[in-house]
């Protein structure tokens, strides 16, 4: 899961520098540690997959059930990746299933969002803190 968010990440990354749209306008907050974080995790998470069930391997420990708990879920995610990529390719007929960091859309309901986000500050604001919910602004 965790590589994926990252790879999302630098992926967005570089569709948001192909469009010459890496400014403090359009991107008002960076993360800490970014895009190193990305990159990091994006090389540790398959480090930290594979040994997550290192048992699986040792000599004559290996057992079906412990090798499907403990990777069973990389075979569910790249099955359900096969599947939509097949349904997108013969029932949409979708001909281009992998988008150029140039063709990635970032602007399409922009407003909207731009909308949500100024009426949850404003009830953010507009709401009574207590001096938890003050250190849990300050930290999240």
Known sequence: MTLTLRSTYLRFRKGIFAQGLYNGAFLPV???LQPY???VLLVCSPI???FSGYYVFLPGAFAPADFIFAYGS???FLAILLIS????IIV???TQVWYAPKELDFVSDLDKFEAMTVAAEYKRT???RGPAKKVEDFFF
């Open 74 to 76: 990389v075979f569910l």
């Open 48 to 50: 930290v997959l594979f």
């Open 37 to 39: 974080s990305g990159w």
């Open 85 to 88: 990529k097949t349904y997108q």
């Open 126 to 128: 507009t709401k009574q």
């Open 30 to 32: 960076k993360g800490w």
């Open 92 to 94: 949409k007929k979708q």
